[in-house]
């Protein structure tokens, strides 16, 4: 039973705060299936990822086994800058809804990079710098992913370059001039600066960029600079491993006042923090000791799960990263230029997937004038401006409290409000002009970049 009187905010002690990542993959039966070398077809070996990425965190890559990593003092000292954060309990939200149920938000917008990629900077960057390497190289849609890694870089004095996909550079000049100020360089992606941005620029004149581009040319950068590794914020295990910081800290704050999840959302474009907050949850799932709902929610411009294939694809348009099994909609695929930018991903988290794949899961998605309706009721009933991103997690946590309002059901529901939207303002003029569009991807469009996908079973 839960106790009376749950406070607004739930906060954690700094005692309180794990001291390890937990890796849900050393407890899953069904192992995600590992990264393939394309040229042999053979799963990559460790020493083979070493030449892209840091040996630490190939380490944590491919490790099934583990459970508990414990977390480096560093990087602790550092998550107390920003952590705890705060499990929210949306009263007012509640309030509005007039619904039975209990909605509780997990608030990870609360640094300067607004969103939960720290969590996983911080740690990437740490290696990094304690492999004696000169520098990363990385993408970023959105440019959340590019800012946090550069406060994470200027804190470890490490050099950071980042392609940004250019309909972002363009459209958030000022999540840009944050990163140089903590003193990264950004060029806008597909560039001319490498021979994969060349190629693309050739074949499609004009391009806004996608994410798997931006990849492409990051990783190009990294392993022709010496000194240089490749970074990624989503999508890969090291990153889910990290990320499991948001569900530990939920958990614990739950517990603390004996409240039982039934319903667990998050936004998924590479899968990572809704990978990170349901991860103690699918462990007790996956042993038996608890039941909940876990709903991934993806944009309807993006469809990874609810209209993808599992299947093996590469994880950039240029084809030079590993094969990685996941719902895919093929690495060619570049989504139309919707403003949840962190969600225009072509793959899913290979854990995430194969959980999805196992029916522990569920997806459903949305179109993005809805999840801007949630937003904007969110923002005027509990104060916080919301990441597109996040709003696509808001918009289902609503649609669940309403169903709980039809069936006088007083279920607890708990999602992950990844960060603010304080640099979307773009999104939010359109859609307050009333021009915002919901551009949803044909049949034809995603059967034609599915069969563009490598034969490999
Ligand atoms: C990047 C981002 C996401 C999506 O990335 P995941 O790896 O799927 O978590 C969601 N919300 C915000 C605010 C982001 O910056």
């Known amino acids: 039973m839960a106790k009376e009187n749950i406070p607004y905010k739930i906060y954690l002690e700094e005692s309180e705060m794990p001291t390890s990542w937990y890796n849900l993959r050393a407890d899953m039966k069904n192992k995600p299936a590992p990264l393939l070398n394309p040229g042999t077809g053979e799963p990559m070996k460790a020493e083979e990822l070493a030449g892209v990425f840091c040996e630490e965190l190939v380490k944590q890559e491919l490790d099934n086994e583990t459970a508990y990593f414990p977390i480096p003092k560093e990087i602790l000292d550092f998550y107390k800058m920003y952590r705890p954060s705060p499990l929210v309990r949306a009263y007012f939200l509640e309030k509005k809804l007039g619904t039975p149920a209990h909605i509780y938000y997990k608030f990870e917008g609360n640094n300067t990079s607004g969103s939960h990629k720290l969590n996983s900077a911080i740690a990437q960057a740490y290696y990094a710098k304690k492999q004696g390497l000169k520098g990363v190289t990385t993408e970023t849609g959105a440019g959340q992913w590019g800012t946090a890694l550069s406060m994470a870089c200027s804190y470890f004095d490490l050099d ?48 806004t960029g996608s994410l798997g581009c931006a990849i492409s040319e990051a990783v190009e950068k990294a392993v022709t600079s010496d000194g240089y590794r490749y970074v990624l914020g989503s999508v890969l295990n090291q990153v889910l491993l990290h990320q499991s910081v948001i569900g530990l800290e939920t958990k614990t704050a739950l517990d603390k006042y004996g409240i039982d999840a039934d319903i667990i959302i998050g936004c998924a474009g590479g899968g990572s923090n809704l990978g990170g907050l349901i991860a103690p949850f699918m462990r007790e799932k996956i042993k038996g000791e608890k039941d909940y709902r876990i709903i991934a929610v993806e944009p309807a411009s993006c469809p990874s799960f609810t209209r993808g294939s599992y299947r093996y694809d590469f994880c950039d348009t240029g084809k030079v990263c590993p094969l990685a099994k996941m719902y895919t909609l093929g690495s060619g695929f570049i989504p139309s230029a919707n403003h949840a930018g962190g969600l225009r991903y072509h793959g899913m988290s ?18 993005q004038t809805e999840v801007f309706k949630a937003a904007e009721l969110f923002a005027r009933v509990e104060g916080i401006l919301p990441a597109p991103e996040s709003s696509h997690a808001i918009r289902v946590a609503i649609d669940e409290a309403l169903k709980c309002k039809e069936r006088g059901e007083e279920k607890n529901i708990v999602f992950g409000l990844t960060g603010t939207g304080y640099f979307d303002l773009v999104a939010y003029q359109k859609f307050n002009d009333g021009v915002m569009n919901d551009y949803i991807p044909t049949d034809e469009e995603i059967a034609a970049s599915l069969a563009k996908l490598p034969n490999i079973k």
């Open 160 to 207: 950071c370059k980042v392609y940004m996909v250019k309909v972002s550079y363009e459209q958030k000049p000022f999540r840009r001039e944050v990163m140089r100020t903590y003193g990264a360089s950004v060029t806008p992606s597909p560039s001319m600066e490498t021979n994969i941005g060349r190629a693309i620029n050739a074949e499609f004149p004009g391009t």
């Open 350 to 367: 290979s854990v995430l997937s194969q959980l999805y794949d196992d029916g522990l899961m569920e997806a459903v998605s949305v179109k």
